[in-house]
T-cell receptor, first 114, second 118 residues
């Protein structure tokens, strides 16, 4: 079974631009979560989608948004990029939204904002 | 709010020595706990999870962890370190939300980088 895939793997953007990152979950997984990883703040939860609905949201500004499609693929968008948005963005999928269901992570998208 | 504390941002052991990575959690209800490993330029890989069944949990690559409620700990151990174990390890707790129900997101510790000397 194929794992979680994320595209693109690397991205360089300029401050003020916007960016869209894509995540394809493991086949059959309906929950997709997004995390931001930085050296200073570590791993922080952005949001989670299940059956095309945002189920949970972390403490990030409204510039960060996401969506999920009927095939469970998910995208996250960051508008008006700031230097501090440079990070590794990780997507994780799991079977269901609640409970002790382990999350399977993709390789991440490394975003650099200049 | 729940939190996870990993003691020691860097741990160095010799090949063949015991690996002990410490994790303490704060939770008002029994948590779900996880250990993940991250190799350079890769995502996170699940090592093991605790879901209120057996307190001693065995994972992949020879790792295991013991849930101790009285100490609010979930330390990760491996009897004999291998060079391939060098990576960053993250302890995580499943967020319980405001009403005790399990949410879908994980709260991670800051991570511990493990170095293995030959």
């Amino acid at each position: 079974k194929a794992g979680v895939t994320q595209t693109p793997r690397y991205l360089i953007k300029t401050r003020g631009q916007q960016v869209t990152l894509s995540c394809s979950p493991i086949s059959g997984h309906r929950s997709v979560s997004w995390y931001q990883q930085t050296p200073g703040q570590g791993l922080q939860f952005l949001f989670e989608y299940f059956s095309e609905t945002q189920r949970n949201k972390g403490n990030f500004p409204g510039r960060f948004s996401g969506r999920q499609f009927s095939n469970s693929r998910s995208e996250m968008n960051v508008s008006t990029l700031e230097l501090g948005d440079s990070a590794l963005y990780l997507c994780a999928s799991s079977l269901r939204s609640q409970g002790p269901h382990e999350q399977y992570f993709g390789p991440g998208t490394r975003l650099t904002v200049t | 709010a729940q939190s996870v504390t990993q003691l020691g941002s860097h741990v160095s052991v010799s090949e063949g020595a015991l690996v002990l990575l410490r994790c303490n959690y704060s939770s008002s209800v029994p948590p779900y706990l996880f250990w993940y490993v991250q190799y350079p330029n890769q995502g996170l890989q699940l090592l093991l999870k605790y879901t209120s069944a057996a307190t001693l949990v065995k994972g992949i690559n020879g790792f295991e962890a013991e849930f101790k409620k009285s100490e609010t700990s979930f330390h990760l151990t491996k009897p004999s370190a291998h060079m391939s174990d060098a990576a960053e390890y993250f302890c995580a707790v499943s967020d319980r939300g405001n009403y005790g129900g399990s949410q879908g997101n994980l709260i991670f510790g800051k991570g511990t980088k493990l170095s293995v000397k030959p």
